[in-house]
């Protein structure tokens, strides 16, 4: 009986959704605003910081621009059980069907994104995850680990990873989401075109010469992360600084990102 009053709402919401989608609200960062990257604990941003990355589990900072790490690609360790319990086909298995954890990092499975209806089901999560973040006020996603396809001994590739990608970004920019590319700087135009990223999370890239491949399609809209562990650098940092200090915001941290109450804790910024 309700039919055709069903019928009208889809309609409407049909037109809303192409309206959002033209005006969509997605706001981005301000480039030369200091920034700070939280993924190893969240806690009170150095004075003046106005955007700072936090993984999804994480609060946001209050008045801050918030950006949601999530791992897109491959599984964190603790959510292991729960791939394996709920949708353990897209977890991808090995010459000997085992699971292929990533070489880089012991205890995380690499997503299997060979199928649409692979890719389907894990977007399905990760939309979830967006959606969360969406929620509790973050205003960008940093998907992780795009470049697992380099890492799988040919079992992924790049358009694989890819169509993930743009499921996810569309998914993030109806949610009023700005998106980030993250890792994989000399495919970042293929990938920017493919995907409909907006800005990037650049690790290393004055230590691995490759900001460049970054600024060429991102612009100014660049979060750069250098780390300590590196041969020289100190080095490496002011050399970013002097290249790019006043374009975008450039910090220089320790590897496992600490919170100051650890004695490894580092920030620099420019
Ligand atoms: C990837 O998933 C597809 C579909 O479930 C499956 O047929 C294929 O064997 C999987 N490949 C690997 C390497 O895990
Ligand atoms: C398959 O992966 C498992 C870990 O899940 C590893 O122990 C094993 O050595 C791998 N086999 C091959 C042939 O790479």
């Not at 809303?16 to 604990?41: H, I, S």
């Not at 490496?236 to 910090?251: L, P, V």
């Amino acid at each position: 009986m309700h039919l055709p009053a069903l019928v009208l709402i889809a309609t409407i919401a049909t037109v809303k959704a192409g309206v959002t989608l033209e005006k969509r609200a997605v706001t981005l960062f301000t480039p030369n605003g200091k920034f700070d990257y939280q993924l190893g604990g969240a806690y009170t941003p150095p004075s003046g910081t106005v955007t700072v990355v936090r993984d999804r589990t994480a609060a946001v900072a209050p008045n801050l621009y918030n950006i949601c790490y999530i791992n897109a690609f491959q599984t964190q360790p603790n959510e292991n059980d729960f791939w394996k319990t709920n949708h353990d086909e897209v977890l991808l298995r090995n010459s000997t069907g085992q699971y292929f954890i990533d070489p880089g990092w012991p205890d995380e499975i690499q997503f299997n994104t060979t199928t649409a209806q692979n890719r389907n089901t894990i977007a399905g999560v990760l939309n979830g995850w967006i959606d969360e973040c969406a929620t509790n006020g973050f205003k960008g996603i940093e998907p992780d680990n795009l470049d697992t396809f380099t890492r799988s001994d040919n079992l992924l590739t790049k358009e694989n990873n890819f169509a993930l990608a743009a499921l996810i970004a569309t998914h993030a920019h109806n949610a009023n989401l700005a998106i980030a590319q993250k890792n994989l700087a000399e495919f970042s135009s293929e990938a920017k075109a493919a995907a409909g990223f907006d800005f990037t999370v650049a690790e290393e890239c004055q230590a691995e010469t490759e900001c460049e491949e970054y600024t060429a399609v991102y612009g100014d809209f660049v979060l750069e992360i250098e780390y300590t562990d590196r041969d020289d650098p100190e080095e490496i940092f002011q050399d970013a600084c002097a290249a790019r200090g006043t374009e975008y915001s450039i910090i220089l941290r320790d590897r496992f990102l600490v919170t100051p109450s650890e004695p490894d804790y580092h920030y620099e910024e420019c």
